[in-house]
């Protein structure tokens, strides 16, 4: 390819011009060959193609509007920033709640799915906290927290193969909104393939949250991805004879995994459209309402995602509890005693597989065993909503005090 530039430019003149008399150089028009520098960043040209204002020699500074328009940029500057130190927080409170603050919830939860000891099915918060009180005053708050580092290390576990796959692989990880049956099928096939690779980490982090503290000694920090690779490499701990292999734990898994997805973004979907139509765009004439504009623009994503996940966990919470008593079963785990707090269970279940489990379950418990724990559900959501409300209401505070 030829460089595109005039003949006889030698990079330091241009000697293609006619000489004029007097030693002069005429040179032609060079506009298309000169390029522009950029304006600077922050100045005044609000369009297109214009230019800075240059001002000229004894031009009083304030003539130009130099202060009104900097204080102005100043003011704008500092409420983009609290904006931004808002939708941060916001979420990070969001994070915080579910990951953290609700941990003792989950821990409950599946103590609960997978007690089939159990008389009481703790279906209301009130049995829960109750219970809480109860473990917490026998074994320490140690005991509610158990398996926190597993279940971060197993969602790393699940993005990180995500995005190798989709990398490496035609499947989609994100969908285009001009998608396709196919689209659709290879997004699909790649969350279960990621459920598949993190069933063996799944695993080793549903024993270290329903594992009782009572017995078990102080685990380590890789102990999940440990535990997870000898899973899947069938050695390490050893297990009873009762241990179902990861093939048959495979289609529960890909199941649950893939519904859970589908109904959780089906959902966020339709709460955003719905929010969109209540909320149309306004421009806001005050500080306050330019506040309240703001929180409403952070809040309807989180709403949509607390109403995505709440509803996905309700819809599939029998399908959780099949799929967590299938993991740990013939992994020689004892659990607290979910009726009394103090004591400690064996368990000692003989599913042979999917089936059997939901027929033995349906049989020996009721229709409503396959809902043991969901009281933990209650407070797990309770609990958030308070949190997202109390943020709000004190960013929406701290904003209006400073703007």
């Known amino acids: 390819m030829h460089p595109r530039r005039p003949e006889g430019f030698d990079g330091l003149g241009y000697r293609g011009g006619r000489e004029e008399p007097g030693g002069f150089v005429a040179k032609p028009d060079l506009g298309h060959w000169v ?3 950029p304006d600077i960043p922050g100045s ?3 369009h297109w193609g214009e230019k800075t204002p240059q001002f000229a020699a004894g031009t009083p500074l304030g003539a130009a509007g130099f202060n009104e328009d900097s204080y102005a940029g100043s003011v704008a500057a500092g409420s983009e920033q609290l904006n931004r130190f808002a ?4 979420g990070l409170a969001s994070l915080f709640t579910e990951n953290v603050l609700a941990h003792p919830c989950i821990v409950l ?3 609960c799915q997978v007690n089939y000891h159990a008389r009481n099915y703790h279906l209301t918060p009130f049995t829960i906290v109750n219970i809480m009180y ?5 074994q320490g708050p140690r005991a509610l927290w158990k398996g926190m580092g597993s279940t971060f290390i197993v969602q790393g576990i699940t993005l990180g193969a995500e995005g190798i796959i989709s990398e490496f692989t035609p499947l989609p990880r994100e969908l285009s909104y001009k998608w396709s049956p196919k689209q659709i099928g290879g997004h699909l096939m790649l969350k279960g393939l990621t459920c598949l690779i993190a069933m063996p980490f799944y695993s080793a982090s549903l024993i270290e949250t329903v594992q009782s503290e009572i017995i078990r000694d102080n685990p380590g920090i890789l102990d999940c991805l440990k535990e997870g690779i000898g899973r899947a490499m069938g050695f390490g701990v050893p297990h009873s004879k009762r241990l179902l292999p990861l093939l048959a734990l495979a289609f529960p898994t890909v199941l649950h995994g893939v519904l859970h997805y589908v109904i959780s973004s089906i959902v966020q979907k339709l709460v955003l459209l719905l929010l969109k139509k209540e909320n149309s765009p306004s421009l806001p004439a005050e500080n306050s309402s330019s506040v309240q504009s703001m929180l409403d623009a952070y809040f309807p994503e989180l709403i949509a995602s607390f109403a995505a996940s709440l509803c996905a966990d309700v819809m599939l919470y029998p399908l959780e509890t099949v799929l967590h008593r299938l993991h740990i ?3 020689r785990t004892i659990i607290d005693n979910t009726d009394l707090g103090y004591e400690v269970l064996p368990i000692n279940t003989q599913y042979e597989g999917m089936r059997d489990c ?5 049989r020996e418990e009721g ?6 724990g969901f009281g933990a559900v209650v407070v797990q959501y309770t609990l958030h909503v308070a949190v997202l409300q109390f943020t709000k209401i004190l960013y929406s505070t701290l904003l209006q005090n400073v703007s």
């Open 358 to 362: 939901i027929n033995t379950i349906k």
């Open 329 to 331: 079963q013939g992994t």
């Open 44 to 46: 005044r040209n609000l």
């Open 134 to 138: 109860s473990i917490n005053k026998a």
């Open 367 to 372: 229709i409503l065993g396959f809902y043991k």
């Open 109 to 111: 939860r599946r103590q």
């Open 35 to 37: 390029s522009t520098p």
């Open 87 to 90: 939708g941060f927080g916001i």
